[in-house]
């Protein structure tokens, strides 16, 4: 099936194209940038440059299928002042309508346009128990996604046949990316705690079970509205209280509502707002939840995390088989090259001529002016799919490097995997995580944009 993305860029963007394609699909994507699209997504699409400003491309409907709307302006990010506001709603609302416009015009194959929306329709409602028949609440992102989905009202008039689900998204627990990633640095350190009262309610799901109901919308639901949360919502308490256990922390004293309104503006409601909603819609539909508690959400999410441990993944997809790319990393000298110059990288030696399980290579790189010896050796040597490093002697605690070579489409999803902990424990922690986190994205991105420029075109 050849599927128009909007929003393809984002924490559940990246993650629908990535299943979409694994299965075969063929994937269009409306972005901002397409040759930054091109390097940041992963998996094959043909890009498209577009925003809400603009009309639709008419090339970019040519063959398409079925829609996965799920472009907006982040809501979380950066204070509400009256610029953002007005982003936020126009890039919903304005957006959507062109989409929905290009689809009449061009669209004619398309069977379903499945959108993503959020529950913020349903405002702050206290203790109320809420599903998808519920009525609109009051407040800003009440009003939005009112507008919002009201921008669908052409398809359902013109296009009846075509199948039009809507998904109400709560919040979204990943790893790297959305609410849960900004609370980790806080609680690593227990120095965080509940939001206000804590009585408030967090209507939350796991990132892969919403990529999992986007693809289950798309494939069988009928025009109606899906809940997009797990369903067993938590109070703000609970979910503090399970997520310092989950990291074998300590939770810190509470933050007034006084201090998180100084802090956030206009945007405190959307942390001290209670929203309780329930997916009985969902659960009819026939989709089944793979985290339907909390518990298994932070298990399987935030355990990995403990001990002072960083779990960060890259990913890109470049149009090379992976017996193509594999000779590249056979060379432990060609590191050299997708690492940047602030590293002063060099490659000194290798325990055996050719790479393989048991090869200790030695390196040696400057820091901020100060010299580093280390020495990895190589766990596991799976050609072409996969490699394994891990420090046996440098800076880092552990440091254990995965680099994963996925055939997908006709090239390779490549995924570097990478767990590390600082020395000296939670003093470590407090004195160099932000500034070694720093120092990793800075590298990787130097080893994307690389990696891009001599197989990615």
Avoid at 44 to 72: K, M, S
Avoid at 162 to 186: K, Q, S
Wanted: glycine share 10%; net charge positive; hydrophobic share 45%.
């Amino acid at each position: 099936m050849r599927i128009l993305l909007t929003g393809a860029t984002g924490l559940i963007g990246r993650e629908v194209g990535k299943h979409l394609a694994r299965r075969g699909d063929a994937l269009v994507c409306l972005v901002r940038d397409s040759e930054a699209a091109r390097r940041r997504l992963p998996f094959p699409a043909a890009c498209f440059t577009w925003d809400h400003t603009r009309d639709v491309p008419a090339e970019a409907l040519r063959g398409v299928e079925a829609v996965v709307h799920l472009a907006g302006e982040p809501v979380a990010e950066g204070r509400w002042t009256a610029a953002k506001k007005a982003l936020i709603r126009a890039s919903r609302a304005q957006g959507t309508r062109r989409l929905v416009e290009a689809v009449l015009a061009h669209g004619r194959r398309v069977q379903a346009f499945v959108h993503g929306s959020a529950s913020g329709y349903y405002g702050d409602r206290g203790d109320e128990r809420l599903t998808a028949d519920s009525p609109k609440g009051e407040g800003f992102l009440a009003d939005v996604v009112e507008q919002w989905e009201a921008e669908l009202q052409p398809l359902l008039e013109r296009r009846p046949e075509m199948r039009v689900p809507v998904v109400r998204t709560g919040i979204v627990l990943a790893r790297e990316g959305g609410a849960l990633a900004e609370m980790l640095p806080l609680f690593r350190l227990s120095a965080a705690g509940r939001l206000g009262s804590g009585r408030q309610w967090m209507s939350w799901i796991h990132l892969d079970d919403i990529v999992g109901l986007f693809v289950h919308a798309l494939d069988r639901a009928d025009t109606s509205l899906l809940e997009g949360t797990a369903p067993r919502p938590v109070t703000n308490a609970e979910f503090t209280a399970a997520l310092a256990g989950a990291l074998g922390v300590i939770e810190n004293l509470p933050a007034p509502p006084a201090a998180i309104r100084l802090m956030f503006g206009e945007k405190a409601s959307i942390v001290l707002g209670s929203t309780r909603l329930e997916p009985a819609a969902t659960l009819a539909s026939g989709y089944r939840f793979r985290f339907a508690t909390l518990a298994e959400a932070l298990a399987d999410l935030v355990t990995p995390l403990r001990d002072g441990t960083y779990l960060r993944v890259w990913e890109q997809w470049l149009p090379q088989p992976p017996q193509a790319l594999w000779p590249f990393f056979c060379d432990a000298h060609n590191l050299e090259a997708i690492t940047p110059p602030f590293l002063h990288f060099h490659v000194r030696g290798q325990s055996s001529r050719d790479i393989g399980a048991g090869t200790l290579i030695d390196y040696r790189l400057k820091l901020d002016g100060v010299p580093i010896r280390w020495q990895s050796r190589i766990d596991a040597w799976d050609p072409p799919r996969r490699f394994v490093d891990r420090q046996v002697k440098g800076p880092y605690r552990l440091w254990h490097h995965t680099h994963d070579f996925e055939p997908l489409g006709d090239g390779t999803l490549m995924r570097d995997t990478v767990r590390y902990q600082l020395p000296a424990g939670w003093l470590g922690r407090l004195a160099g995580g932000a500034r070694v986190a720093d120092y990793v994205e800075r590298i990787f991105d130097f080893r994307a944009r690389a990696i891009d420029e001599r197989f990615g075109r």
